[in-house]
């Protein structure tokens, strides 16, 4: 599976949460491999909501969203979400807006546990830079 999301906001993503640290590009490479996972089974969970209401176009709703936010308040960019969203679910269904971005939404707050985790693995090896190892150190303790 190729990674949908680009690189560059997965890093600011990160060094917003590592401070002083600095980031690899494997760290934000991992990070957003790992972002793209989980967005894709959270859209097959959607798709099942959506589905028992008969419907074929996701919703907020569908991922637990009451209230969207705006999208400029963001950094994860909506275009690969909506890309991200349809890797695991059948292309008839459809992907509003507001799940787009509520997605997104879903996926940064992810993405902000996972790298403030990661930044304090990072400092704990006594490190100055946050690698892909600290993701994955993350994901082998938390999952």
């Not at 949460?17 to 690899?24: D, F, H, I, K, T």
């Not at 209401?53 to 960019?77: A, H, I, Y």
């Amino acid at each position: 599976m190729s990674v949908e999301l680009p690189f560059a906001p997965v890093d600011t993503i990160i060094r917003r949460n590592a401070g002083e640290l600095r980031v690899s590009a494997d760290a934000a490479e991992e990070l957003a491999r790992r972002i793209q996972q989980h967005g894709a089974e959270l859209a097959v969970d959607a798709a099942k909501h959506a589905t028992a209401d008969n419907r074929k176009t996701l919703m907020s709703e569908d991922f637990g969203v009451g209230q969207v936010v705006d999208k400029d308040d963001l950094e994860l960019p909506v275009a690969p979400v909506d890309r991200i969203a349809r890797l695991e679910i059948d292309d008839s269904y459809r992907v509003a807006m507001d799940a787009r971005i509520a997605l997104a939404d879903i996926l940064e707050d992810y993405a902000d546990n996972v790298a403030k985790a990661a930044a304090i693995l990072a400092r704990h090896a006594d490190r100055r830079t946050v690698k892909a190892e600290d993701i994955h150190t993350y994901f082998e303790l938390f999952e």
